[in-house]
C-alpha cells in the first residue's frame, strides 16, 4: 500500500437502490469491477502527495454522516432517516422562534411538540405525514422514522469493500434528533443522536448490537437550524470520551445529580466511558462540527457560519474553561433581519 494518503470514496447516485433491512453481500470481483468502473467515471484533481480510491460504492453504503474505523478495519457509519419527516428546521418554522427560544430543557421542546401536533389539527395536516398509518396525523408520527448504524467490510482482503451490515435501528422518540456523532472503541460504538449519548455493545460477535445505554442526557433543547445536533464524539488523548452539540444547547444532570445548564449554546464536554466524571470543556459556541487534537493535546474545531451575508466559516482552538460568548436567544435577530 502507497504511503501517501488514501481517501474513502462513497459514490452516490450510481446503482441508486434502498439497502435492504439488515445486510448487502458482494461477491469480490463484482465488488472489484464496480469500484473500477465508478472509478474511470471520476476525474478528481488532487493535491500533490494524495491519492483517491473508491473502498465502497453506495450499493453497499448510503447517505453516511458520520464514521469511524474499528481495530478489525471496519468502517462504522450512521445513517439519518429521520431529517426529512421528523426533525425540522427553525427556518422552515419561524412561527415557532418565540416558543423555541423560551426553553430551558428538552422536555419542553417534547411539550410544545405534542401541544403543536395534536391530532388532526391544522398544523399536523400541514406538516406532518401519517407514517405510522393510524389514519391520525399527530405528535406519534414523529416516533416511527429511526436512526441506523451500519459497518462496512473488506472480507476477501482484496482492498474493496464487499459487506455491509445493519448494526442498530433505533431512537426514534419524538424529541429524536439525527445520528451526527460515532466513535468505536475496544469493541463498543458510542452513538451521538440527541437528546442522548449512548454506548452499544455486540456482546455476541454477530454483528448486531446487543446492549444499549444512555451515558449522558438532555441534548437538544430548541428547535434550531438543522445540523446543529449533536457531533465530534471521539476518544481524547486523556482516555476519555468527548462530544459537542451546537446552538440548540443542552441542559444535563450527570452521573453525580450536577446540573450543567447551557440551553442556549453549543458546548464541548467530556466524560469517562461510562459518563461520570463529565465536565463543560468549552461553551458559547454556535455550531462546532468535529474537533482533533495536535500533538501536544490542544483542540482545534471548526465553527459554521449561519449563512448570513459576511459571515465566514472559522477554525478555532478552544481551551478547557473557554466561553466565546454566543447565544441563541441573543444572536438569532441577526438571522431576522433585512440589512
Known amino acids: 500500500m502507497s504511503n501517501r494518503s488514501r481517501q474513502i470514496i462513497i459514490n452516490q447516485g450510481y446503482y441508486p437502490a434502498k439497502l ?22 471520476v476525474n478528481v484533481e488532487l493535491a500533490d502527495g494524495l491519492e483517491l480510491s473508491l473502498w465502497a460504492s453506495d450499493t453497499l453504503v448510503q447517505d453516511p454522516i458520520a464514521i469511524s474505523i474499528d481495530s478489525q478495519g471496519r ?35 417534547r411539550k410544545f411538540l405534542r401541544k403543536t401536533f395534536e391530532a388532526d389539527n391544522k398544523e399536523s395536516k400541514e406538516v406532518l405525514k401519517d407514517l405510522n398509518q393510524d389514519g391520525v396525523r399527530d405528535w406519534r408520527d414523529l416516533t416511527v422514522e429511526k436512526e441506523q448504524v451500519w459497518f462496512i467490510e473488506d472480507q476477501s482482503g482484496d482492498g474493496v469493500a464487499d459487506r455491509s451490515q445493519l ?41 448486531i448490537a446487543d446492549t444499549k445505554s444512555a451515558i449522558s442526557h438532555g441534548y437538544a433543547v430548541h428547535i434550531g437550524f438543522s445540523g446543529h445536533g449533536m457531533s465530534g464524539t471521539t476518544i481524547g488523548p486523556d482516555g476519555r470520551i468527548w462530544w459537542g452539540i451546537g446552538d440548540i444547547g443542552m441542559n444535563v444532570i450527570d452521573k453525580e445529580g450536577k446540573k ?12 469517562e466511558l461510562d459518563g461520570s466524571n463529565f465536565e463543560v ?28 451575508e459576511g459571515e465566514r466559516e472559522r477554525l478555532v482552538h478552544l481551551i478547557d474553561g473557554s466561553e466565546s460568548g ?14
Open 75 to 109: 468502517v462504522f457509519y450512521t445513517r439519518a432517516s429521520r431529517q426529512a419527516n421528523s426533525e425540522f428546521d427553525i427556518r422552515g418554522h419561524r412561527h415557532w422562534m418565540t416558543a423555541s427560544i423560551s426553553f430551558q430543557s428538552v422536555e419542553d421542546r
Open 281 to 308: 470543556f468549552a461553551s458559547g459556541l454556535r455550531n462546532t462540527h468535529e474537533f482533533v487534537f495536535d500533538q501536544y493535546g490542544n483542540l482545534i474545531s471548526e465553527d459554521n457560519d449561519g449563512d448570513h
Open 167 to 207: 448494526y442498530l435501528e433505533d431512537f426514534h422518540e419524538e424529541i429524536t434528533d439525527v445520528a451526527n456523532g460515532l466513535e468505536v472503541h475496544n469493541g463498543e460504538v458510542f452513538i451521538s443522536v440527541a437528546p442522548d449519548l449512548w454506548r452499544t455493545k455486540d456482546t455476541d460477535k454477530d454483528g
Open 20 to 41: 435492504p433491512h439488515k445486510s448487502v453481500t458482494l461477491a469480490p470481483e463484482k465488488a472489484t469491477a464496480l469500484a473500477q468502473k465508478i472509478e474511470e467515471e
Open 260 to 271: 450543567w445548564e447551557y440551553p442556549n449554546c453549543g458546548v464541548i464536554v467530556r466524560s
Open 326 to 339: 454566543w447565544r441563541t436567544n441573543g444572536n438569532l435577530e441577526i438571522y431576522r433581519s433585512s440589512k
